[in-house]
T-cell receptor, first 116, second 113 residues
Framework: GAVVSQHPSWVICKSGTSVKIECRSL??????MFWYRQFPKQSLMLMAT?????????EQGVEKDKFLINHASLTLSTLTVTSAHPEDSSFYIC????????????FGSGTQLSVL | SQKIEQNSEALNIQEGKTATLTCNYT??????LQWYRQDPGRGPVFLLL?????KEKRKERLKVTFDTTLKQSLFHITASQPADSATYLC????????????FGTGTKLQVIP
């Protein structure tokens, strides 16, 4: 099956610093990738849809200046949490849609972000 | 408002029995419904998709039913094994072209040896 690689698996940073998370589709080209955050015992909440070569589409309530998304190639999307604060601590997961139908999403392994 | 509800309480079941998980939704007209498995600290893994015009789908020990009148999907794991212990998420995409997939909160299944 298709593989989506997400890096790093976990990161601890100081408040005020920025953190970059990478999401790569290893064996297919992904025109569209998705970024989610998940709090303990809660569902995945879609943050934004990342489109290759164009601006990301953010969900309501998600600050685009705080969560910068770059989808520079068909296999790589990055999420940068800028000026991180403790309330940004969460599990961030990316997914890619191999067939552009949303019928089967392939997820990365997630990144646990802890902001001190 | 739109809701996808799964039993938030953990489901404990004896090994070898059939586990049945429920997904109810309101104010959606789904084109299809998906089930994913999520292990702790990991991303979800796709299991099955069932379309609005399908009643039932099977894959090995898994069975999914979809009742658009009741607005409910049931997910069954037969002959459950301890390795089936995980959180199971249902997700759906509304009809009307390419739209985002929305996830339920998941039900944690524990299969007891």
């Amino acid at each position: 099956g298709a593989v989506v690689s997400q890096h790093p698996s976990w990161v601890i940073c100081k408040s005020g610093t920025s953190v970059k998370i990478e999401c790569r589709s290893l064996d297919f080209q992904a025109t569209t990738m998705f970024w989610y955050r998940q709090f303990p015992k809660q569902s995945l909440m879609l943050m934004a849809t990342s489109n290759e070569g164009s601006k990301a589409t953010y969900e309501q309530g998600v600050e685009k200046d705080k969560f910068l998304i770059n989808h520079a190639s068909l296999t790589l999307s990055t999420l940068t949490v800028t000026s991180a604060h403790p309330e940004d601590s969460s599990f961030y997961i990316c997914s890619a849609d191999r067939q552009a139908t949303n019928e089967k999403l392939f997820f990365g392994s997630g990144t646990q972000l802890s902001v001190l | 408002s739109q809701k996808i509800e799964q039993n938030s309480e953990a489901l404990n079941i004896q090994e070898g029995k059939t586990a049945t998980l429920t997904c109810n939704y309101t104010n959606y007209s789904p084109a299809y419904l998906q089930w994913y498995r999520q292990d702790p600290g990991r991303g979800p893994v796709f299991l099955l998709l069932i379309r609005e015009n399908e009643k039932e789908k099977r894959k090995e020990r898994l069975k999914v039913t979809f009742d658009t009148t009741l607005k409910q999907s049931l997910f069954h794991i037969t002959a459950s094994q301890p390795a089936d212990s995980a959180t199971y998420l249902c997700a759906l995409m509304n009809s009307g072209g390419y739209q985002k997939v929305t996830f339920g909160t998941g039900t944690k299944l524990q299969v007891i040896p």
